[in-house]
Nanobody, 129 residues
């Protein structure tokens, strides 16, 4: 069992930046894991934001955040971070960290909630206009 803990959410204005971080509460190392950030706004389904293959360090993004958000890993801290720049009101949501120990050869599977075994509790991001 992998327990994930997100941090870094908050209330910001449009155009501001935030950095989210995801750590394994148990100290488990993410090597060979696929990690991702999803988000869910009120009344909407949980949607893919960004993913990273820990070993390969390859990243994938939703079109809505490409060029504004960056997913990265910190090997020393064993965390996965999401740097969010140029935030918009439509980015307002609860952001969830997710992890999978399954290696998906087809990257599009990393964009599906069903591909992930472990989830954090979420952190609220609110962007005011």
């Amino acid at each position: 069992q992998v327990q994930l803990q997100e941090s870094g959410g908050g209330l910001v204005q449009a155009g501001d930046s935030l950095r989210l971080s995801c750590a394994a509460a148990s100290g488990r190392v993410f090597t060979n894991y696929g990690m991702a950030w999803f988000r869910q706004a009120p009344g909407r389904e949980r949607e893919f934001v960004a993913a990273i293959r820990w070993a390969a360090d390859s990243q994938y993004y939703a079109d809505s955040v490409k060029g504004r958000f960056t997913i990265s890993k910190d090997n020393a801290k064993n965390t996965v971070d999401l740097q969010m720049n140029s935030l918009k009101p439509e980015d307002t949501a609860v952001y969830y960290c997710a992890a999978t120990s399954t290696y998906y050869t087809i990257s599009r599977y990393l964009r599906s909630t069903q591909s992930y075994d472990f989830w954090g509790q979420g952190t609220q991001v609110t962007v005011s206009s």
